[in-house]
């Protein structure tokens, strides 16, 4: 039988914030966090608000004052402890607006640790706004409930990447490259072959695809390991969905899912 | 080592027809399929073109005539033969425009075989535009390859279609819920207990999840198993997509993924 697993009701507003969390604490919000609540969302006075700070769990709160440009949240309670997140690094060729707003929305929701945005030689792509992610990340974060951020990197050129990770002083973790019309393993296969380590990453090129180039630098760095994600022609945020929702479901890395198994009530 | 396995220089263009495909033969356009190429993209005559139905695999034209509202191809090769694709069915709650947009561009890449939209009570959208639908569903096949359209249903309620699934001539094949704060076990373990079938699907609710009813009418259809994506709350579109990429990624149903390791050139 299907029985919720968490009756708690949630406050309609949750927000990251960089501050310590206990019980008692009062918070201030800052500019932006003060205008959405007030002018967008024209909370009022005493409405509940959740908050989280990537290391203190999640907490119930109050708006104690909330005026236009600043406002504060007294705190009342723990709702949930600090739990385990996926260790998961998506490393992408940056792409236009709508895809790229996409990309950091959904990956974000399918819990990725951290973002970074590579250079390649057909990323058509000017400039990378970092900030902008940033931002885009913590709201998406916001919505789907999650216990932390993810890091958001500065753009570095793939051949720079590549030269940086072979000399990592933990040893070079698998990158795991997803490649199209190149002969590479499925990905559930690949995984399942590569011992699990601390960090998982997956490297998404451009909508064009790697270069000549850059297909062979792949090819040599023995820590690269090219993956097929079948035979149809993804979109690039579409590969790097599918590559972190693979990665999800089969690893052991995602306390969520040992949450959601051991949380079930043993009545079921 | 990494090879490219297919070195077929591909066309700039790919469509759609409803004709039947052999070597010399002249199709037809349609009135947009002919404004795209004439006023979108320019194209010149004599261009490569590619074409596939869905049944004749795909082949390779050129633009024998191209007016304003006609325009039609020779028929010059095939290069591919039909490959079997997957069999799977989506029915979703619909959403609000870029994020069906989105989610019926995703589907497609990952090889939806089948789009239902169903009426659930949390439902926030009023009229299902079936022809938009499958015009997207169309655009996005030509985009990434496949050689078949998805089907694209007429909506219907949830009631009502749990119902017609129980009196299925062929018996109800099983039907994989996505349900959010319930007891269910992770897709990829109810995937793996449940013998395939011909056909899976699975069902994603609205933004703003099942009612208690509808829940409790998914609970008592034995033929539903509910399946949960992790402890993260997921937008709509993106539990569609985590479904869709798990179940293909674990499935022996993507004839694709057998194809890119069956054409592995043995060289390698």
């Known amino acids: 039988m299907l029985t919720i697993m968490d009756q708690t009701p949630r406050p309609k507003f949750r927000l990251f914030v960089d501050t310590a969390l206990t019980a008692g604490a009062r918070v201030a919000l800052d500019h932006e966090q003060s205008h959405y609540l007030k002018n967008v969302m024209r909370a009022g006075k005493n409405a509940p608000v959740a908050l989280f700070n990537g290391r203190d769990g999640e907490?119930?709160?109050?708006?104690?004052?909330?005026?236009?440009?600043?406002?504060?949240?007294?705190?009342?309670?723990?709702?949930?402890?600090?739990?385990r997140e996926p260790n998961v690094r998506l490393i992408f060729a940056p792409l236009k607006k709508a895809r790229l707003d996409f990309l950091v929305e959904k990956s974000v929701e399918l819990g990725v640790s951290r973002l970074s945005p590579?250079?390649?030689?057909?990323?058509?792509?000017g400039r990378v706004n970092v900030a902008r992610l940033r931002a885009q990340a913590r709201e998406a974060a916001e919505q789907c409930e999650r216990l932390t951020l993810p890091t958001v990197d500065a753009p570095i050129a793939l051949a720079q990447l590549l030269d940086q990770w072979e000399r990592l002083p933990v040893g070079a973790p698998p990158l795991f490259?997803?490649?199209?019309?190149?002969?590479?393993p499925p990905i559930a296969?690949?995984?399942?072959?590569?011992?699990?380590?601390?960090?998982?990453?997956?490297?998404?090129?451009p909508e064009g695809g790697f270069s000549r180039d850059e297909v062979a630098l792949l090819?040599?760095?023995p820590f690269v390991f090219p993956v097929s994600l079948g035979p149809r022609?993804?979109?690039?945020?579409?590969?790097?969905?599918?590559?972190l929702a693979c990665h999800l479901m089969l690893s052991s890395g995602d306390a969520c899912?040992?949450?959601?198994?051991?949380?079930?009530?043993?009545?079921?």
Chains 1, 2 share one sequence.
């Open 59 to 83: 907490w119930l709160g109050e708006l104690a004052a909330l005026g236009k440009h600043h406002g504060e949240v007294a705190i009342l309670r723990q709702m949930h402890g600090q739990r």
């Open 118 to 125: 590579v250079i390649t030689r057909h990323t058509d792509v």
């Open 177 to 184: 490259a997803a490649v199209e019309r190149l002969s590479a």
């Open 189 to 205: 296969q690949a995984l399942q072959n590569v011992a699990e380590v601390q960090e998982r990453a997956f490297l998404i090129g």
């Open 219 to 221: 090819d040599k760095a």
């Open 233 to 243: 022609i993804l979109r690039a945020e579409t590969a790097a969905l599918v590559a």
């Open 257 to 268: 899912i040992d949450d959601a198994t051991d949380n079930a009530p043993s009545s079921t």
